[in-house]
Antibody, heavy 123, light 106 residues
Framework: EVQLVQSGAEVKKPGESLKISCKGS????????IGWVRQMPGKGLEWMGI????????RYSPSFQGQVTISADKSISTAYLQWSSLKASDTAMYYC????????????????WGQGTLVTVSS | SYELTQPLSVSVALGQTARITCGGN??????VHWYQQKPGQAPVLVIY???NRPSGIPERFSGSNSGNTATLTISRAQAGDEADYYC?????????FGGGTKLTVL
């Protein structure tokens, strides 16, 4: 069974750093892209970026480039999303999701999602 | 950047057919995917590549895409279909989501 299990909720102060995680299991972690999606309170879904754990090829949404860092450790089947200096506006639910791939192609949709990590940034 | 427009809300009577639209410039030339998100839960893929259902998704869910509008159709709507629905495309740079539509089953 494919599973993406995310780290627990975080409460941080503005200016602090943070790294949240997403552990994949039940499939070949290095063969599928993992994306990150933000959902601010009461709002819609926003794509942040995506990483291919096999070679760490990473792409960012222009809206999030320079604001966050996406990484992966394939030895432990885990992807990460990190901030160096949080702002109150980073308060949101963050989801990781697996990009579907067949044997011949990787179309642009997510077939499995993590349960989400709630990040609250408040002084 | 490419934009997707969805109605904020759609209401449907129990057992009737709900249609949720997703508008975009020449969206018919793109592959459209749909996600269902129930309160407090992660999104779930319900339609991929315009009209395909993942395993486990009821046949009541169907999709179409032509011209400037993609449509998610939910037949014989049930109370359990109440959720937010998001369309999504790839615009060659970004993964783009629509703003979401809240489906209410009356």
């Amino acid at each position: 069974e494919v599973q993406l299990v995310q780290s627990g909720a975080e409460v941080k102060k503005p200016g602090e750093s943070l790294k949240i995680s997403c552990k994949g299991s039940g499939y070949s972690f290095t063969s599928y892209w993992i994306g990150w999606v933000r959902q601010m309170p009461g709002k819609g879904l926003e794509w942040m970026g995506i990483i291919y754990p096999g070679d760490s090829d990473t792409r960012y949404s222009p809206s999030f480039q320079g604001q966050v860092t996406i990484s992966a450790d394939k030895s432990i089947s885990t992807a990460y999303l990190q901030w160096s200096s949080l702002k109150a506006s980073d308060t949101a639910m963050y989801y990781c999701a697996r990009r579907y791939c067949s044997s011949t192609s990787c179309p642009y949709y997510f077939d499995y999602w993590g349960q989400g990590t709630l990040v609250t940034v408040s002084s | 950047s490419y934009e997707l427009t969805q109605p904020l809300s759609v209401s449907v009577a129990l057992g009737q057919t709900a249609r949720i639209t997703c508008g975009g410039n020449n969206i018919g030339s793109k592959n459209v995917h749909w996600y269902q998100q129930k309160p407090g839960q992660a999104p779930v893929l319900v339609i991929y590549r315009d009209s395909n259902r993942p395993s486990g998704i009821p046949e009541r869910f169907s999709g179409s895409n032509s011209g400037n509008t993609a449509t998610l159709t939910i037949s014989r709507a049930q109370a359990g279909d109440e959720a937010d629905y998001y369309c999504q495309v790839w615009d060659s740079i970004n993964w783009v989501f629509g703003g979401g539509t809240k489906l209410t089953v009356l």
